[in-house]
């Protein structure tokens, strides 16, 4: 049993799902998301200051392009639009969720920042240290499920919009 709860499975996986379940036993849900939200926005906010200086660096030509630093690239980007996107989800929360903001540029632009940094950790494979992580080939393989996701998303909204139902755009064929 000493073994169980000193392993990696169990530290990594094992507790920090169950201090989520025992979060979500005394909170409820509305109350849980906003706990959460503030804790993402206050360590994405921590993980752009420290990637700040070397996200500048890169932009305005002081350090190389190379595969260290498009996963720092990835990392600024995916945190800085995940801070966004947790921002105007606590906005959205106290305005009383008005679909105006729901459906706003604000949200496709944090978006737009997470896909970009998605696309730069893609692109630096074999980026950190000795141990060269992630192979190569691992990143072909993210890309693959990464295009086949897109593609299927997509379609689905194509369908969508071209059923009567029109469930995503309100709209049907007729």
């Known amino acids: 049993m000493k073994h169980i709860l000193t392993s990696r499975l169990s530290l990594l996986f094992v507790l920090p799902n169950a201090l989520f379940l025992?979060?979500?036993?005394?909170?409820?849900?509305?109350?849980?998301?906003?706990?959460?939200?503030?804790?993402?926005?206050?360590?994405?906010?921590g993980v752009c200051v420290a990637y700040f200086t070397t996200t500048r660096d890169i932009v305005f030509g002081r350090l190389p392009l190379n595969k260290v630093h498009w996963l720092a690239l990835g990392i600024f980007l995916s945190w800085a639009g995940?801070?966004?996107?947790?921002?105007?989800?606590?906005?959205?929360?106290?305005?009383?969720?008005?679909?105006?903001l729901a459906n706003s540029t604000i949200v496709a632009?944090?978006?737009?920042?997470?896909?970009?940094?998605?696309?730069?950790?893609l692109i630096a494979d074999e980026a950190i240290g000795e141990e060269r992580v992630p192979p190569q080939r691992w990143i072909r393989w993210g890309a693959v499920v990464a295009v086949a996701i897109f593609m299927m998303v997509l379609a689905s909204y194509a369908i969508d919009r071209w059923t009567e139902a029109g469930a995503i755009f309100g709209q049907g064929l007729g």
Not at 23 to 45: P, Y
């Open 82 to 100: 995940t801070q966004l996107g947790r921002w105007w989800s606590i906005v959205w929360r106290w305005l009383d969720q008005p679909m105006w």
């Open 22 to 45: 025992g979060a979500a036993l005394v909170f409820d849900a509305e109350t849980l998301i906003g706990i959460l939200n503030a804790a993402i926005v206050a360590l994405a906010a």
């Open 109 to 121: 632009y944090g978006l737009f920042l997470v896909a970009c940094g998605a696309y730069f950790h």
